[in-house]
C-alpha cells in the first residue's frame, strides 16, 4: 500500500533558499530512514529565483539540498527533471552534486 508515503509541504512563490531549507529539514525529519533501502530524487530546476516556479533558490540553496539527501546515508540516484533557464541549470546541477558529494566523504 502506498497509503502514508506521499506527503505534500506547499511553499509559497519565491521562497528562497531559507523556507525551502526549512521546509525539506521537516519532510526529512519524517522519513523512516531504517525502512528506506535506495532514496531516488527527481532533481527538477525550475525552482531556481527567476526560471518557471520560482521558488526563489539558488545555487548555494541546491548544494545544501544535496548535502541534506547525503546526510540519509542511502544508496542514491538522482533523475534530470524541468529547469527551463538554461543559463542556471548547469550551476544548480553541479551545486546539487557537489553538495551530495562532499558530504559523502
Known amino acids: 500500500s502506498s497509503e502514508g508515503n506521499c506527503l505534500n509541504f506547499p511553499l509559497r512563490a519565491d521562497c528562497g533558499d531559507e523556507v525551502y531549507l526549512k521546509t525539506l529539514d521537516e519532510a526529512l525529519s519524517r ?6 533501502e535506495v532514496v531516488g530524487v527527481s532533481a527538477g530546476f525550475d525552482g531556481h529565483a527567476g526560471d518557471l516556479a520560482s521558488l526563489g533558490l539558488t545555487e548555494k540553496g541546491f548544494g ?5 539527501i547525503a546526510s540519509l546515508n542511502k544508496p ?13 541549470n548547469g550551476k544548480d546541477i553541479d551545486e546539487l552534486l557537489k553538495g551530495f558529494e562532499l558530504s559523502q566523504e
Not at 31 to 36: E, H, I
Not at 76 to 88: A, D, H, K, P, R
Open 64 to 68: 545544501e539540498i544535496g548535502k541534506r
Open 31 to 36: 522519513v523512516d530512514v531504517g525502512k528506506v
Open 76 to 88: 542514491t540516484f538522482f533523475v534530470l527533471e524541468g529547469g527551463y533557464s538554461g543559463e542556471n
